[in-house]
């Protein structure tokens, strides 16, 4: 029976590491995505801008030669009427009023400068096409540097799963036994992740600045374009990237308005003022309500009263695979505020609500 018992914990082990894989899989060809999104917005900005760059010369070089062109036009035009003035003096008999009246005219003495188009037409083509191969040339190289080392890091990966390889790898979680709790803070740092946020998703009244890492509430609208993922109703905003691994981060906040610290699924509804749209109010997310020193947890519409003093430095830990989401307090010493257990059926988003007059801030460890 017991043999039986051990197959069927050993079943179940399997099938969860199963959806662990394919959820932690999912987070980060996600993040693949965003990256390589992110980069090739990034070339294509590049090229509007030199793309701008020629063409602002190409309109200085034809600015340059149309003025020589008036100016040629110019002469021609005075050429014409000296010219017509000449002929009909010639016909008159009267030789001091011609000498006097030629002394009057305007005779160019020198030709137009004629500027060397063909030499700066070319000089610029092969200037710019040298530069573009340069360019060409370096980002191959970076590509194909950066992509060997993602490479080896995936290869590194897969030899720490095979079983005909030691257990020391150079995987980081893999150096730490997945049943370690991180007790102090130096301990959680080897799991930090830096995060940072997303404007798409920022409710219209959030401020996103400080390189996307600190957010305000405004009693203004802001700018922002429409975008399907951003809430509407309620002052939240997510971080770019998905998490399904153990992960920490810590925030800093202020303000009288308070704010919510937590996490979600990507397909938590954005659009409305009701419950399913608020972090921590709903099945698809968790949250730390701060106001003050008084703090509380949420899930689900049911709430936890938390009798900790809340701190200003808050610290979160996930360890996915365990479905474990912790609080705590950062100071000197790390002071535990809320353990949630529970399981996660999707890679998770942190997110935060911030009140007005609050401000919260992403903490670059």
């Known amino acids: 029976m017991k043999s039986v018992q051990k197959l069927k914990d050993a079943e179940k082990e399997l099938r969860y590491a199963i959806r662990y894989m394919k959820h ?4 980060v060809v996600e993040e693949s995505e965003r990256i390589f999104s992110k980069l090739i917005r990034s070339i294509e900005k590049q090229s509007r801008e030199v793309k701008e760059m020629i063409k602002s010369q190409e309109r200085l070089m034809v600015s340059q030669a149309e003025e020589t062109l008036e100016k040629i036009q110019r002469e021609m035009a005075e050429h014409r009427r000296t010219e017509a ?37 070319y000089l610029m083509y092969r200037t710019m096409r040298d530069a573009l191969g340069d360019l060409n040339g370096g980002v191959d ?3 194909q540097r950066e992509f060997s080392r993602v490479s080896d890091k995936v290869n590194s990966l897969k030899e720490s799963i095979n079983p005909n390889i030691p257990e020391k790898t150079n995987v980081k979680d893999a150096d730490i036994p997945y049943t370690t709790e991180p007790r102090k803070r130096i301990d959680f740092l080897q799991h930090y992740n830096d995060l940072t946020l997303d404007p798409n998703t920022a409710n219209p009244y959030l401020s996103v600045s400080d390189s996307r890492r600190s957010v305000t509430t405004r009693s203004e609208l802001q700018p922002y374009p429409d975008h399907p993922d951003r ?11 998905g998490m399904a691994g153990r992960c920490y981060w810590e925030v800093e906040w202020a303000g009288n308005g308070g704010v919510s610290v937590g996490i979600c699924y990507k397909n938590m509804n954005r659009i409305g003022g009701g419950s399913d749209c608020k972090l921590g109010h709903n099945s698809k997310s968790w949250s730390l309500d701060c106001v003050n020193t008084v703090c509380s947890f949420q899930h689900n519409k049911e709430s936890v009263a938390i009798t900790t003093p809340c701190g200003n430095r808050i610290g979160v830990y996930l360890d996915y695979r365990a479905g474990t989401l912790t609080f705590y307090n950062v100071s000197d010493s790390m002071v535990l505020l809320h353990k949630e257990k529970t399981t996660f059926t999707q890679p ?8 007005l007059g ?8």
């Open 348 to 355: 998770v988003y942190p997110g935060f609500w911030v009140g």
């Open 85 to 121: 003035e000449l002929e009909r003096l010639s016909r008159t008999e009267d030789h001091t009023h011609f000498l006097q009246k030629c002394k009057s005219l305007h005779f160019p003495m020198k030709t137009v400068e004629m500027p060397n188009t063909d030499a700066l037409t």
């Open 24 to 27: 932690s899989t999912e987070a």
């Open 231 to 241: 809430f509407t109703n309620w002052a939240q905003v997510l971080c770019r990237a």
């Open 141 to 143: 190289e970076t590509l």
């Open 358 to 365: 609050s401000t919260l801030k992403l903490c670059c460890l």
